[in-house]
């Protein structure tokens, strides 16, 4: 299934590209007319600014007309009509399982790339880590700091709910089939705000380590007192994610439904995001863009 998933975006991402690069998008939009939009938290800047720009909108205006739910309602949104279009990431066995008994076929395609990261707090001396090592810390495998070059103490390995776009990030590209080991409610927050939050206390300046995506985690909610590890020794950075250098390089996507009408709204707007004034609005907004 996970294949199946990925062979149809790289499909329509390369169609959509080829076919929108040039930017000469037929993107008139108003209130009345524009999609009806929904999204994970990270990308709430990203859809803020698109409005901004194809509504003529002051930020303070964008940001009242915008309005995301999380990652999966905005699925379960799109999936029951009350939306067109999401920016959010790629959808979990749950989100497929609800569009399938809905009778919902959902298109998924890139719009700008991402990346998932791990972190710590900067009190911790261990810089790096390996893919294995990751695998066998939320196994449980691995239990002390002091097995990866750190203190001799208990590595507090943090996670978040299922369903939220970070924790399919983290089986879908990290566990990769392993069975991640069952983790209480304290140590899943339900926000990505959350988890940064208790990383960064001082009481688990030297034990814990979570994940989060790197956007929200740089630009959205930086904290002075976290760090990005690095993976197989790659830093993850602007440079890294757009050269797909870094291990853990992903994307957030547009999904629709695959029988949208070819010149709805949504497309049209997905057109303009894929063309080459929407991806330099990405990268304005601090994302990093396709090309």
């Given at each position: 299934?996970?294949?199946?998933?990925?062979?149809?975006?790289?499909?329509?991402?390369?169609?959509?590209?080829?076919?929108?690069?040039?930017?000469?998008?037929?993107?008139?939009?108003?209130?009345?007319?524009?999609?009806?939009?929904?999204?994970?938290?990270?990308?709430?800047?990203?859809s803020?600014?698109?409005?901004?720009?194809?509504?003529?909108?002051?930020?303070?205006?964008?940001?009242?007309?915008i309005?995301?739910?999380?990652?999966?309602?905005?699925?379960?949104?799109?999936?029951?009509?009350?939306?067109?279009?999401?920016?959010?990431?790629?959808?979990?066995?749950?989100?497929?399982?609800?569009?399938k008994?809905?009778?919902?076929?959902?298109?998924?395609?890139?719009?700008?790339?991402?990346?998932?990261?791990?972190?710590?707090?900067?009190?911790?001396?261990?810089?790096?880590?390996?893919?294995?090592?990751?695998?066998?810390?939320?196994?449980?495998?691995?239990?002390?700091?002091?097995?990866?070059?750190?203190?001799?103490?208990?590595?507090?390995?943090?996670?978040?709910?299922?369903?939220?776009?970070?924790?399919?990030?983290?089986?879908?590209?990290v566990?990769?089939?392993?069975?991640?080991?069952?983790?209480?409610?304290?140590?899943?927050?339900?926000?990505?705000?959350?988890?940064?939050?208790?990383?960064?206390?001082y009481?688990?300046?030297?034990?814990?380590?979570?994940?989060?995506?790197y956007?929200?985690?740089?630009?959205?909610?930086?904290?002075?007192?976290?760090?990005?590890?690095?993976?197989?020794?790659?830093?993850?950075?602007?440079?890294?994610?757009?050269?797909?250098?870094y291990?853990?390089?992903?994307?957030?996507?547009?999904?629709?439904?695959?029988?949208?009408?070819?010149?709805?709204?949504?497309?049209?707007?997905?057109?303009?995001?894929?063309?080459?004034?929407?991806?330099?609005?990405?990268?304005?907004?601090?994302?990093?863009?396709?090309?």
């Open positions: 299934m996970k294949k199946h998933i990925c062979l149809v975006i790289l499909i329509i991402s390369a169609l959509t590209l080829t076919s929108c690069a040039s930017g000469n998008i037929n993107a008139s939009f108003n209130k009345k007319n524009y999609p009806r939009v929904d999204g994970s938290t990270a990308t709430i800047p990203l803020e600014n698109i409005a901004g720009k194809l509504l003529s909108m002051t930020p303070e205006e964008s940001k009242q007309f309005k995301h739910n999380t990652t999966h309602n905005a699925y379960v949104n799109l999936i029951e009509g009350k939306a067109d279009i999401i920016f959010v990431t790629e959808p979990s066995i749950e989100e497929l399982d609800l569009a008994k809905a009778g919902i076929e959902l298109e998924v395609v890139p719009v700008v790339k991402e990346a998932f990261v791990f972190l710590v707090n900067k009190e911790n001396p261990v810089d790096t880590i390996s893919v294995k090592q990751l695998q066998d810390i939320y196994q449980g495998k691995i239990k002390s700091w002091r097995e990866l070059g750190g203190p001799d103490k208990e590595i507090i390995p943090y996670q978040r709910p299922d369903n939220s776009g970070s924790q399919t990030n983290m089986l879908n590209m566990m990769k089939g392993l069975n991640i080991m069952d983790a209480p409610k304290e140590l899943k927050p339900a926000e990505m705000s959350g988890l940064i939050e208790v990383i960064a206390a009481d688990n300046s030297d034990k814990a380590i979570g994940y989060s995506v956007y929200f985690a740089n630009s959205m909610y930086n904290k002075e007192t976290i760090k990005f590890v690095k993976v197989d020794g790659i830093e993850p950075n602007n440079e890294t994610i757009k050269s797909g250098e291990p853990f390089t992903s994307a957030y996507y547009a999904v629709l439904k695959k029988t949208e009408i070819e010149d709805s709204s949504a497309r049209r707007l997905l057109a303009w995001v894929l063309s080459d004034d929407g991806q330099k609005l990405a990268e304005q907004s601090g994302y990093v863009p396709l090309r």
